[in-house]
């Protein structure tokens, strides 16, 4: 059949779409970015090391860039194992240009969870620096010194290290900082209010084997986004933050969930509740009238209320990971919502009412126990991705064929049966179904 070939063409010519390589940003690490200039101070940290002989300049640099000039300006480092690591390092980190410095130890596992310990001084060349990643490195009280005399740093992103009283104390001091992520041990007193530049928080347990406790907390009032992972914030904490506009409390454990009462400033943007336990969504939410990201991801909740259409603004809702049977009718009112992620909950109809979220261009309703989807889907005519897999979905709308925009089509293990409408044969946009 016609419909069944062009499935089988579609996801092939998708699959080489899903390979195309993501674009590069000047000064921003990942996993699948990484890559070295071969020309200019790069070139002359690989001779380098290549010449020392004791050591492969890729077991150590995984990402190197230039500037205009040649000059180094982001390098992203394995701390070396040989004899003579040190001298190497210490090489590598003597150009001033540098901005940014990701810098891992030599156990980047943690399955001991040890730390590298490197040598004081290594920071010192470090004039320009802005933005300090590290990440299983064990820092003595000089390095500490050398960080914290940084003029120029504004992120610093510390992982894989218990965090004592006094590094932290010396940490709150660097009020130059706008971004600070950092692993926390229990029973710290943490007093950042003098940091009046600092916009962006993150903190988490140290180790997943550390969950932290005992913490007294204080925070500068500019905070704009607060991420925390750690159970004993107060909820009351928050609510004197009054430039807060994104919070994210996953894996929280400091409230009695049913008595959860949940006060945030009014100018909240977004809000991420994940991993909580959550049986219900909490009354003071729905006066959020500025919220325009809603994550619940990975909770207990049985049921969505009418209130949720309270959110006027709201663009992103992720309920995926609970236990919802049923969506409410008055939902299509959330007129500006662009992505739903409905996936692995328990939801057997989608109302005709889903036809008036117009503004949809993607919808993730798989992994639930529909039979069918609304004739009304149609009406979604900015609607991109729907992905409907692992349902029991026998036959699909007519309208699906008003869908001009839809790129991506998932309708894997449902119980489709020959009879595909020819209205999809008119999506031309299609680039992946299957």
Known sequence: MLIKNLIILFFLFGLALSLDDPEDTELEFSESEDYIDFTGKCKEIVDFIENKKSSSYDDIVNKCKVNDKGEVILLKLRYPYSDDKDEIIQKILSYDTVRVLYLVGNDPDGEKESSTTINAKIFTNLKNLENLSLRYIKLSQSNIDEITSLKNLKELYISGLEIKQQVFNDISNMVTL???????????????????????????????????????????KNIESLITK?????????????NLKVLNIGKYYGYEKDKFKFKVPKGLKELHITYNDLKSIPESIYSLENLKEFDLSDNEITTLPESIVKLEKLENLNLKFNKLTKIPEKIGELKNLSVFELSYNEITTLLESFGNLTNLKEIYIGNN???????????????????????????????????????????????????????????SKLEYII
């Open 230 to 242: 750690v159970n004993s914030v107060s909820i009351d904490l928050f609510e004197n933050l009054n």
């Open 178 to 220: 706008e971004k600070l992520s950092i692993g926390i041990d229990s029973s710290l007193t943490i007093d950042l209010t003098k940091m009046d530049k600092l916009k962006d928080l993150s903190l988490f347990p140290y180790s997943e084997y550390n969950i932290s406790e005992n913490i007294s907390f204080k925070l500068p």
């Open 369 to 427: 126990k529909l039979n069918s989807l609304p004739e009304s889907l149609g009406n979604l005519e900015n609607l991109e991705t729907l992905d409907a897999t692992e349902n029991n979905i026998n036959n699909l709308p007519e309208s699906i064929g008003k869908l001009k925009n839809l790129k991506y089509f998932n309708l894997e293990k449902n119980k489709i049966n020959d009879e595909l409408p020819d209205s999809l044969n008119s999506l």
